[in-house]
């Protein structure tokens, strides 16, 4: 029988500026309501970054996340998942301050170093609202996005070790499945764990559904399939074909306005719950169920929300 789908969502994320759409959340009440509206459509896990209330940029401090997990853990019982890829530019440090303090049941990790090229998005607009926005996107032209192996270990121990919160180890590229498996092998991650697959960022794997085959096929060799929980984003366009395609090789999928600001072709989303909505009845037609959270808790061995810091 097949396993019911977790659903994703990520609602603000770190990449969009809030030129390119006014439906992205931009202040901690606005993050608060578009959580707790995707988990009511049908997210089980609630992907998070925080943004400065004034300008939209995004923002690590703790205080920040402080305005929104509280409500969000008040009004749902979705697993709330702190990113510590935060934002473009930022250290380590910084990007785990916010998930040490609250010590959530999840946070993301990215699983290397890569090229992160959002400079393409500068094409689609002349004008800006804020003065950090263009040469926020225009930096990426010669920027890394640092996660190497000491920094990786760092987190596990820190926040995995220390905390007991579980991962969302997101793999941009086909090394980075080699990357987890490292650290398999060396003890430091432990089954059951959450690979997230992405595709279609500049510097890393294109959204090539043959991509997305091969790095499933892979995933299963390096860790057997009974040992990990696997999903699927995409950027942009592809947002709702590779999480069907997910959905349909029986995997999970992740959904929201950090990944793609849009519901159709030159149709912005006005909500991240509209997304979810999309994705769920695409589930549900395909005779596949959307999982709870506590179903995605049990799967994934997650400490419970009992046991954070917020």
Known sequence: ??????????????????????????????????SIEAAEAGASIIHL????????????????????????????????????????????????????????????????????????????????????????????????FPNTFRTIEYALKELGEGHGTKFEFECYDLGHLYNVKWFVDKGLIKPPFFIQM????????????????HMHT???KLFGEENYEWSVLAAGRHQMPFATQSAMLGGNLRVGLEDSLYIGPKKLATSNAEQVTRIRSIIENLGLTVATPDEARERLALKGGDRVKF
Do not use: Y
Not at 5 to 31: F, K, N
Not at 93 to 116: K, Y
Not at 198 to 213: E, H, K, P, S, T
């Open 1 to 34: 029988m097949s396993k019911s789908v977790i659903i994703t969502c990520a609602p603000t994320g770190g990449i969009h500026t809030p030129t390119m759409s006014p439906h992205l959340p931009i202040t901690p009440a606005e993050i608060a309501t578009a």
């Open 49 to 144: 970054h925080a943004r400065d209330p004034e300008t939209g940029k995004p923002d690590p401090r703790p205080e920040i996340f402080n305005q929104f997990l509280p409500v969000i853990k008040q009004s749902s019982d979705a697993v709330i998942n702190v990113s510590t890829g935060g934002g473009l530019g930022m250290t380590m440090d910084e990007r785990l301050l916010a998930a040490t303090t609250a010590s959530p049941e999840m946070a993301s990790l990215n699983m290397g170093s890569m090229n992160f090229g959002i400079f393409p998005m500068l094409e689609k607009h002349s004008e800006w609202q804020h003065d950090w926005e263009e040469p926020f996107l225009e930096m990426t032209k010669d920027f890394i």
């Open 218 to 220: 892979i995933a299963n």
């Open 198 to 213: 992405v595709f279609g960022i500049l510097g890393g794997a294109g959204a090539d559904l043959d991509n997305l085959m």
